[in-house]
T-cell receptor, first 115, second 110 residues
Framework: DTGVSQNPRHKITKRGQNVTFRCDPI?????LYWYRQTLGQGPEFLTY????????KSRLLSDRFSAERPKGSFSTLEIQRTEQGDSAMYLC?????????????FGEGSRLTVL | AQRVTQPEKLLSVFKGAPVELKCNYS??????LFWYVQYSRQRLQLLLR??SRESIKGFTADLNKGETSFHLKKPFAQEEDSAMYYC????????????FGKGITLSVRP
């Protein structure tokens, strides 16, 4: 499968612990996005990378959240001192610079449960 | 602020019936609009874009700027259309940063 890959698929953690999610985009895609989806809601934009540069961050991304894409390939999303409100599906998506506008290729998501 | 509203959570129809999934948006300007679909146990994927005026799997969506709507329609629903559908918008040229609605579940019964 050459699609967007996310790991781990499921993570259960206790409140206060740190968690990290990884996203491997489609290899030729230089744009990478993180979204969060809670129950009954659509995906909400968190942050966006063009190659290794983080170009935009949502106000949803508190200072406990940090995302990196060090070499312009895979990306990590770390949540420090998790809270129960962080429980959600974290979706990664990628797209090429010259692709069809609005066409994001999503991964299967990483589901976080904070106890 | 930009917003996408999908007023219904669930639409259940019989096979062969027409389908209309409603989407209204709020944006000061001319956004780009999309429908995304997620079939059971599959990833979220793009269904169609307003800018292409395309018909995909028999679905079409017309942008009505006066009513700020982008409803998704299909004249004859099929069982395989059963899925979760999300309407989304992006400011023009905004690097595909999408704002999604809450989604609607379409159930097509045999």
């Amino acid at each position: 499968d050459t699609g967007v890959s996310q790991n781990p698929r499921h993570k259960i953690t206790k409140r206060g612990q740190n968690v990290t999610f990884r996203c491997d985009p489609i290899s030729e895609h230089n744009r990478l996005y993180w979204y969060r989806q809670t129950l009954g809601q659509g995906p909400e934009f968190l942050t966006y990378f063009q190659n290794e540069a983080q170009l935009e961050k949502s106000r949803l991304l508190s200072d406990r959240f940090s995302a990196e894409r060090p070499k312009g390939s895979f990306s990590t999303l770390e949540i420090q001192r998790t809270e129960q409100g962080d429980s959600a599906m974290y979706l990664c998506a990628s797209s090429p610079t010259t692709g069809r506008t609005g066409e994001l290729f999503f991964g299967e998501g990483s589901r976080l449960t904070v106890l | 602020a930009q917003r996408v509203t999908q007023p219904e959570k669930l639409l259940s129809v019989f096979k062969g019936a027409p389908v209309e999934l409603k989407c209204n948006y709020s944006y000061s300007g001319s956004p780009e609009l999309f429908w995304y679909v997620q079939y059971s146990r599959q990833r979220l994927q793009l269904l169609l874009r307003h800018i292409s005026r395309e018909s995909i799997k028999g679905f079409t969506a017309d942008l009505n700027k006066g009513e700020t709507s982008f409803h998704l329609k299909k004249p004859f629903a099929q069982e395989e259309d059963s899925a979760m559908y999300y309407c989304a918008l992006s400011p023009p040229g905004a690097n595909s940063k999408l704002t999604f609605g809450k989604g609607i579940t379409l159930s097509v019964r045999p």
